[in-house]
């Protein structure tokens, strides 16, 4: 008989496993993929969750309530980042987590809904080492861990009209740490709003910040918001991230991201991040030039 309650539903997966099996054969990659399904599963009972199947290297769990989803999300990806057993050639095996609640129809052993679809959105919006979930999961946590979240993006989900807000959470003690409790929540006013970053790429405009984006991607891969194709730009280049109310570009590349403000500063930044301010250009794998093409030119702008 079907019956509809309101659960948190969780998605877990290993990142890249494809490319795992290609640089580590079957045999090694498979005790890999199965290291990290039985984590996921451990860290699911002990926190009281329920896992409802596994697929490949993917595990799909419910909790009575988004703590115990957040508990068991935080302790997957603390526990796979420390196991000296999950590394590889290409460096250390990572997952991404998505979660949501909501109402789910359960037939059997099995769930259905919106809500499912919902979960395995922020899924697959996530990169390796990120926890994401929505409003209505982030407006049911508790004090503890409402300070943990920031919203990073918005989505459109199958099922839904319009977009939904997308959250990180934060699991890493230095990432934790360095975010302060907010007063009334992580919703608590418009102290949380930054100012707004401008973005121009040719005739290509894009904001960050209040009323507009809230991540932007770059690089020569197409699903980036900003593609730019050139040897020296990685597929997955660089960031432009709103973090505790400034604009961070986070670098991800082989090569470097250089910065040049508009008062004559210039910025080298490689696998690191640095806060941007004013205005300026940036180049990607190269230094900007000004009547480049392939340059980016910021400037923020008042709220």
Not at 18 to 32: C, K
Not at 81 to 102: K, M, T
Not at 254 to 269: K, L, R, S
Not at 288 to 300: F, G, Q, R, T, V
């Amino acid at each position: 008989m079907s019956q509809e309650t309101d659960t948190a539903i969780l998605f877990a997966d290993v990142v890249g496993s494809t490319r795992l099996y290609e640089q580590l054969g079957d045999l090694r990659a498979r005790e890999v993929v199965g290291r990290c399904v039985d984590i996921m599963r451990e860290e699911t009972e002990a926190a009281g969750g329920r896992v409802i199947k596994t697929i490949g290297d993917e595990v799909m769990a419910t909790f009575d309530t988004p703590d115990a989803a957040m508990t068991a999300a935080r302790q997957m990806q603390q526990r796979i980042s420390r196991d000296a057993e999950l590394l590889s050639d290409g460096g250390h095996v990572a997952i991404r987590v998505g979660c949501h609640f909501g109402p789910v129809v359960r037939e059997q052993r099995d769930i259905f809904g919106v809500a499912v679809h919902m979960a395995n959105r922020m899924t697959s919006q996530a990169k390796a080492g990120q926890i994401l979930t929505t409003e209505d999961t982030v407006s049911r946590l508790s004090p503890e861990w409402q300070p943990l979240v920031r919203q990073i993006d918005v989505a459109t989900v199958r099922g839904q009209s319009g977009e939904v807000a997308v959250f990180e959470v934060l699991w890493q003690p230095e990432e934790a740490t360095s975010m302060l409790p907010i007063p009334g929540g992580w919703d608590s006013g418009p102290n949380r709003r930054p100012a707004r970053l401008r973005l121009r790429l040719g005739s290509r405009e894009l904001l960050l910040g209040s009323g507009g984006r809230q991540q932007v991607s770059m690089g020569r891969a197409e699903d980036n918001d900003l593609v730019i194709k050139g040897s020296l730009i990685s597929r997955l280049h660089a960031r432009i991230d709103i973090d505790r109310h400034k604009f961070m570009l986070v670098d991800q590349s082989t090569n470097g991201t250089f910065i040049h403000t508009a008062d004559g500063e210039e910025i080298f930044v490689r696998r690191d991040s640095t806060p941007l301010s004013g205005a300026g250009s940036i180049g990607l794998g190269r230094a900007p030039a000004a009547d480049s093409p392939m340059s980016i030119h910021y400037d923020l702008l008042d709220s």
